[in-house]
């Protein structure tokens, strides 16, 4: 059981990493393109029109789905009235957001907001119709149909964006490309799932649910709020073209992050929910992920960093150059990520919720003060500002989960990083050589940018083989074991 178990954890993060890394890849093709053709002011306003909806979205599911998950039993009493909870929640969510329009239209001198609105904000109705049966594929571990459904509805919405930039839709392409996602993927899972609301709903149910759940609501509101709040301050007291810079520096730097981010927490939340009472197991699994993350993510996050201008340069118009400060300098928390986030879940899994409502609240305190220093400096100051407070959530979210898998200690973490960071360190040293190289031989930048890509991957790789890495060996015995084996 142990080992089917502990199976189907490393093939969920592989299926859901794979999506996540072949639509973050995706969307950077299809992101490179609208760039080429929209403006940094329209950027800016999407970024500020759909920040409301990426803070309140919580809200609609109000934690039911992660306490579904939880769950021992589930029955379709239970399915049934969180769905309609959600339904009823996601339709006076809208009309709220609607009705507010106007007035932030005015806060930020953004007229186009009113009439963006009403279009973009369906996407929170749309997306509570699919809540339920998101909630049951992570709660049977399927995650190739969920990781195929996303990328089927990433591909087809990147495709109406590019359509509709082209046919000088402008800052429409963008809310083309958002409601898009939802819609599909949306269609998607209720043609694959054999779930259907019953005409059943239980108020002690939700009532169970909701104790558990409103403290990870509270903890994801707040998080959203203090996540999005950069744009919204950035909007107010900067220009819109300076929101468009920061913002495309923070979504490129995201393409990986939240990516695997997204991957790594459904399903570890599922698999370390069924491990809670064996500490062991629990801190050996979590171990495991996090060295496969950490191996992945340096390489990727210091490599961005890298070739962050030869990017812009090559493939986008010069007037988006000075978004790439913003991208190196945010892509530094992307390096923090893997331990904060399964720390976060492991604290997840083994707390009630009332550990998870003070550490969020000391966690934002920290942020409170680091956003009121930065925010009247610069753009750039907010940027580092971010980097700072990514470094104090990793910290607090590992000394907690330490309270329940006491094996999770901050310094063996480290520990465990080193190799990967110094191997990361030698490949970027590579590839600035390369650079170095290139300039001095008058290589086109084209071709010094690809073989930056090209070689700093097979030089990563190569010393990941010499030196024997943990986390190599587990990549690819994950990799073999996806292969088509010969029959004798």
Known sequence: MASELKNKVIKGVAWSTIEKICSALLQLVV???????????????MAIVAAFPAILMPLVDSGFSQALIRKKEVDDV???????????ISLALYGSLVAIAPACARFFSAPGFVEIAPILYLLIPINSFSNIQNAILQRSMEFRNLSLYVLVANAISSGVAIWMAVEGWGVWAL???????????????????RWRPKWLFSMDRIKGMFRYGSRILLSDLVSNVYYQISNLFIGKFYTKA???????GNKIKEMPVTSTIMAVLNVTFSAFSRQKEDKVKLYHNARKVYIIWAFVMFPLMCGLIAVAEDMFRVLLPEVWLPAVPYLRILSLAGLLA????????LVKVCDDGNTIFRIEFIKKLIA??????????SVEAIAWGQVAIFVSDMTINCLTAKRYVTDWSLWGRAKDALPYLAVTALMVAFVWALGLAGAALSVPLWVVFVAKILLGAGFYALLSELLHLEAWREVKEIIIGYMPRRKK
């Open 31 to 45: 992101s490179l393109v609208l760039l080429s053709l929209l403006s940094p002011e329209d950027y800016g306003l």
């Open 338 to 345: 893997p331990l904060s986030v399964i720390s976060f879940n």
């Open 368 to 377: 409170t003060a680091i956003l009121a220093i930065t925010i009247p400096i």
């Open 242 to 248: 300076d929101l468009g810079y920061y913002d495309r």
């Open 78 to 88: 239970d399915y049934s009235s969180v769905f309609y909870v959600n339904i009823v």
């Open 175 to 193: 809310v083309g490309q958002r409601l898009g996602v939802v819609i599909v993927k949306t269609a998607l899972m209720w043609l694959g799932s």
